[in-house]
């Protein structure tokens, strides 16, 4: 699978044996991104290539996190001495291959955040304002 930051300029490719995923929502991830939680796909480091390494933050004396310079999109979770790396989902060209199965970090989760599907849903190219900026901005909506 391949997959990279919103911009293009860290890319990678990667053996993925399964769909399974998992949601952390420890506090330093949700700060590391400002999500209440995220979901990473935990993979060995040595299946991963990159087309040019991302840029890693140490976020505390045990962990680094890879994100892009340029963009700021968070890429991966990496304890400095081991072997894997967790891959955010979401940087994934095609995220909708994995499946949670399960959560870390419970004492950190807003469990409000998990289950919303009873809240009220629009499709991104039913908000006409969006829509118009995109039109105006590239004749297009993003991908």
């Given at each position: 699978?391949?997959g990279?930051?919103?911009?293009?300029?860290?890319r990678?490719?990667?053996?993925?044996?399964?769909?399974?995923?998992?949601?952390c929502?420890c506090?330093?991830?949700?700060?590391?991104?400002?999500?209440?939680s995220?979901?990473?796909?935990?993979?060995?480091?040595?299946?991963?290539?990159?087309?040019?390494?991302?840029?890693?933050?140490?976020?505390?004396?045990?962990?680094?996190?890879?994100?892009?310079?340029?963009?700021?999109?968070?890429?991966t979770?990496?304890?400095?001495?081991?072997?894997?790396?967790?891959?955010?989902?979401?940087?994934?060209?095609?995220?909708?291959?994995?499946?949670?199965?399960?959560?870390?970090?419970?004492?950190?989760?807003?469990?409000?955040?998990?289950?919303?599907?009873?809240?009220?849903a629009?499709?991104?190219?039913?908000?006409?304002?969006?829509?118009d900026?995109?039109?105006?901005?590239?004749?297009?909506?993003?991908?």
């Amino acid at each position: 699978m391949t997959g990279g930051c919103q911009c293009g300029a860290v890319r990678y490719t990667v053996q993925i044996d399964s769909d399974e995923a998992y949601l952390c929502h420890c506090r330093m991830c949700q700060r590391a991104t400002g999500g209440v939680s995220v979901a990473f796909r935990n993979v060995p480091k040595r299946l991963v290539t990159w087309t040019r390494e991302p840029d890693r933050y140490a976020s505390s004396p045990i962990a680094q996190r890879g994100f892009c310079a340029a963009c700021g999109t968070p890429l991966t979770f990496e304890f400095v001495d081991g072997e894997n790396l967790d891959l955010t989902v979401g940087s994934f060209d095609h995220p909708y291959r994995f499946r949670p199965t399960s959560h870390f970090g419970q004492e950190s989760w807003h469990e409000d955040w998990l289950d919303t599907r009873s809240l009220p849903a629009k499709r991104t190219d039913e908000h006409q304002p969006l829509v118009d900026r995109w039109m105006d901005a590239v004749g297009k909506l993003p991908d």
